[in-house]
T-cell receptor
Framework: RKEVEQDPGPFNVPEGATVAFNCTYS??????FFWYRQDCRKEPKLLMS???SGNEDGRFTAQLNRASQYISLLIRDSKLSDSATYLC????????????FGRGTSLIVHP | EAGVTQSPTHLIKTRGQQATLRCSPISGHTSVYWYQQALGLGLQFLLW???????NRGNFPPRFSGRQFPNYSSELNVNALELEDSALYLC????????????FGPGTRLTVL
């Protein structure tokens, strides 16, 4: 099993739709979790951190499920500008911090 | 506030040559991370520097090396270039504490011919 797994998609949704992505991780000692978005041929940009209590930023909600070892990202009222690849990052400390990126989930929002 | 900067933007080398990539972190950030993103693949962790020391490295051969300078800027060196080293090399910085958010530079696109 890969350390961090994401469904590559693409998720093809109409404007205004709600879409959710999951990211599973294998190391139960993982301690930090983030979502990034990456536009084509650009650098990843931090979208939000994921806290144990979950967090919300406008149309975006991130949650952590430690028991099942996954994080989720929910996007409400999708906009055309949300089209991008969404990367999850899991940080594990086994003596030294190791950040592991998933390969990303592609989202296409169409009119 | 200036973000993470990287130079050069593009770099073209031939097999066997050496490449040097540079990164300047956000002011106040002491940690610098290097990643390789080959076409169609995810980000692969290369190296982590903090306070001038190498803290961890990913599963890459020793010909990938680097250093961090007293001003926290960093350099990635790739020796004996191979065709499969062609990729986007991304640098990210964060506050020194582990588990903090990372902020990425625009990357250096290395092409090995």
């Amino acid at each position: 099993r890969k350390e961090v797994e994401q469904d590559p998609g693409p998720f093809n949704v109409p404007e205004g739709a709600t879409v959710a992505f999951n990211c599973t991780y294998s190391n139960s000692a993982s301690q930090s979790f983030f979502w990034y978005r990456q536009d084509c041929r650009k650098e990843p940009k931090l979208l939000m951190s994921v806290y144990s209590s979950g967090n919300e930023d406008g149309r975006f909600t991130a949650q952590l499920n430690r028991a099942s070892q996954y994080i989720s990202l929910l996007i409400r009222d999708s906009k055309l500008s949300d089209s991008a690849t969404y990367l999850c990052v899991v940080g594990t400390s086994g003596g030294s911090y190791i950040p592991t990126f998933g390969r990303g989930t592609s989202l296409i929002v169409h009119p | 506030e200036a973000g993470v900067t990287q130079s050069p933007t593009h770099l073209i080398k031939t097999r066997g040559q050496q490449a040097t990539l540079r990164c300047s972190p956000i002011s106040g950030h002491t940690s610098v991370y290097w990643y390789q993103q080959a076409l169609g693949l995810g980000l692969q962790f290369l190296l982590w520097y903090d306070e001038g020391e190498e803290r961890n490295r990913g599963n890459f051969p020793p010909r990938f090396s680097g250093r961090q300078f007293p001003n926290y800027s960093s350099e990635l060196n790739v020796n004996a270039l191979e065709l499969e080293d062609s990729a986007l090399y991304l640098c990210a910085s964060s506050l020194g504490t582990r588990f903090n958010e990372q902020f990425f530079g625009p990357g250096t696109r290395l092409t090995v011919l």
